[in-house]
């Protein structure tokens, strides 16, 4: 992890500040800021160094939330589903972005994984790009407690014992090849697997 220097910082501080007017009445903003500079030392580390706040962020900002949403602050009436591989950078990124293009307004999904990459595969992105959604804003990031415990299905595709167990969620465990470093035409034919079985959840959970 490459040390933070006095921009980042400064930069982090920030961001802290703003999560914390959005977060205010559920978390304080000491709660926020600890959030913050610990989201950024989970985080792998992006190829360009700029980004890095800009990571930590979103990163953040999905745990508070999912903190929120298992304590009760922040309710939903729409179920959470959270998907979980190995390096959160191929067929965990394909699952969530299927579950939000295709179940948009019913569901909120979210990916994560048990050792993340620096970035989503280029494969995976082109694949998706391909069926018209794009992971341009994608970004591997680890699995934590708090996205276990503010989802309400949890999908595994590979993670192993890796991926945290909490009494009254509902689990599943897809058998999907690994993508990392495959063909496009091999992520072609995982992600339309993913899709399918993305429409099946979608149809019981979430009728259209």
């Keep these: 992890m490459t040390p933070i220097n006095p921009r980042l910082d400064r930069l982090l501080d920030e961001v802290a500040v703003e999560l914390a007017r959005e977060f205010a009445g559920i978390f304080d903003a000491a709660t926020v800021r600890r959030q913050v500079y610990a989201a950024i030392e989970m ?3 992006p190829k360009v160094d ?4 800009i990571f930590a962020r979103r990163f953040a900002r999905e745990l508070l939330r999912a903190a929120a ?4 602050s922040l309710p939903s009436s729409r179920p959470q589903l959270l998907f979980v ?3 959160n950078a191929g067929r965990s990124q394909m699952a969530a972005a299927f579950a939000n293009e295709l179940g948009k ?5 979210l990916s994560a994984g048990s ?4 970035e989503v595969h ?3 992105a082109a694949a998706m790009k391909e069926v018209g959604i794009g992971l341009e804003d994608a970004y591997p990031k680890r699995i934590t407690d708090e996205f276990v415990q503010g989802a309400d299905i949890v999908v595994t595709m590979g993670c192993g014992d890796a991926c945290p167990v909490f009494v009254g969620k509902r689990y599943e465990d897809w058998k999907l090849p690994d ?4 063909s496009i035409a091999e992520v072609r034919k995982v992600r339309d697997q993913i899709q399918e079985r993305v429409t099946r959840l979608l149809a019981e959970i979430a009728p259209a």
């Design 43 to 45: 985080l792998p580390e």
């Design 50 to 53: 700029a980004f890095r706040h």
């Design 69 to 72: 949403r298992w304590n009760g």
């Design 85 to 87: 591989c190995i390096q």
């Design 105 to 109: 307004g019913r569901v909120d999904a």
């Design 115 to 118: 050792d993340p990459a620096n």
């Design 122 to 124: 280029p494969n995976v």
């Design 179 to 182: 993508v990392s470093g495959a």
